[in-house]
């Protein structure tokens, strides 16, 4: 079928706004410094070049990845909260700051663009603005005097500087959620949390990295500028190992859920579009993070009871089986998940899929209604094949409401299919 994340087009309009802002920023940043030079040059070149290492380093996102390049992040933002090099005030201001993180990006994305895996537009953006919203709150301050006076050496600053560092974590955190909705059409609600739990992870470490190299810059100079990076360069290191496995192992369980299809048991592509499709509907329905996780790894298990069948079911299609068959396949199916190692939480989604929803959990419910959209949209019973058979397959679930089908969840999907189209076809 047709991607089910393409977003609606009146959503364009975000990303546009966002790429224009950054790009008017970026452009009055770069045209300032060229016209007027770089003040403070050994300053404005260390911290590029920190920033370009970050983005050498970022060896391409991986999939759901925040923050592809914290090194780079962290460097930006600590050169957006420079007030001091070695005890002389910094005056290099908002628009230098902006200039030199541009610059220092699009040089350290050369070798990936060469590779064809250079950071987006939106990536790109979102430093841009997130960087430029710190060095607006902090740059005026320290070039007023104000910042000196009223805070100096006393307690208040690191209170004041911890504010800051939270504000911009914030302004981070949002623009993101703003661009994946606007990218998939996802309620941004669940977006936004996902963005928030995200920053007491790798954006604690990154504001907390920054902030230790502006204040560490300001006593001892540009030489705290490698003793500080050094962590955070262990920490990616380590968080791409922990990646590696993760991937690793959603890798077996969509193997796993092949052998189905490799057995002759389902429609090729069936265990994948249920799991993109459940994946969309959760979205659309407030899941997030682990939850997400667990629908998605019980979708594309949630067949794999048939193998312990002896007789095939036409076209795989469980949907439209007896009540009775449906729930001994779940039980199989959930008994073989529990063998697999997989957390507990997926195989009781895989259980639980063909109980009357109001007993079932939300995953559960998400998982039946997309496996019998998926079945009757393209089986040869009722389906009929392209957008006539994906309607037919929606009145369908619609008339089943009353004791299979949760509703919320039946028009979710409709909403769901209806930003990418109602033709059932390849898998993803």
Do not use: K
Request: proline share 6%; net charge positive; charged share 15%.
């Amino acid at each position: 079928m047709n991607a089910p994340h393409a977003p609606p087009p009146r959503l364009s309009l975000t990303l546009v706004a966002v790429r224009g802002a950054a790009l008017g920023l970026a452009g009055a940043g770069l045209g300032q410094t060229l016209w007027h030079g770089v003040v403070e040059p050994r300053n404005a070149l260390a911290f590029g070049l920190l920033v370009t290492l970050g983005e050498l380093v970022r060896r391409g996102a991986l999939p759901d990845e925040r923050e592809p390049a914290p090194l780079a992040a962290a460097g930006a933002l600590a050169y957006a909260l420079l007030g001091q090099s070695a005890g002389r005030p910094a005056e290099h201001g908002v628009l230098q700051t902006v200039a030199v993180v541009v610059a220092a990006v699009l040089l350290g994305a050369v070798p990936h663009v060469a590779r064809g895996s250079g950071p987006t537009l939106d990536h790109v953006a979102r430093r841009v603005l997130t960087v430029g919203f710190a060095a607006v709150c902090f740059q005026p301050l320290v070039a007023s005097g104000a910042w000196g006076e009223r805070v100096g050496e006393s307690p208040y600053h690191a209170l004041l500087l911890l504010l800051l560092l939270i504000l911009t974590a914030l302004c981070d955190a949002v623009l993101a959620a703003l661009i994946l909705r606007a990218r998939t059409g996802h309620p941004y609600g669940p977006l936004l949390r996902d963005e928030l739990r995200a920053l007491t992870c790798i954006g604690s470490a990154v504001c907390a990295t920054g902030a230790v190299m502006a204040l560490g810059v300001a006593v001892a100079g540009l030489w705290a500028l490698p003793v500080f990076c050094v962590p955070l360069l262990l920490t990616q290191l380590s968080f791409r190992r922990y990646a590696a496995v993760r991937t690793t192992y959603r890798q077996t369980i969509a193997s796993l859920a092949r052998a189905t299809e490799i057995a002759g048991y389902t429609r090729h592509g069936h265990a994948h579009r249920v799991a993109e499709l459940s994946r969309a509907v959760g979205r659309e329905l407030g899941l997030s993070g682990r939850e997400l996780t667990v629908l998605e790894h019980a979708a594309l298990m949630h067949d794999i009871g048939q193998l312990s069948l002896v007789d095939p079911v036409p076209d795989g299609a469980t949907a439209l089986l007896p009540v009775t068959e449906q729930r001994r396949i779940a039980l199989l199916g959930g008994a073989v998940v529990r063998r697999t190692g997989v957390p507990s939480a997926v195989a009781v989604v895989v259980e639980r899929q063909a109980d009357p929803y109001r007993e079932q959990p939300l995953p559960a419910r998400i998982v039946r209604t997309v496996n019998a959209y998926d079945d009757l949209a393209t089986a040869g019973a009722g389906g009929g094949g392209g957008a006539t058979g994906a309607l037919s397959a929606l009145e369908r679930l619609r008339l089943g409401t009353g004791h299979d089908y949760q509703p919320e969840v039946v028009e979710s999907l409709a909403r769901v299919l209806s930003r990418g189209g109602l033709t059932p076809g390849r898998a993803g």
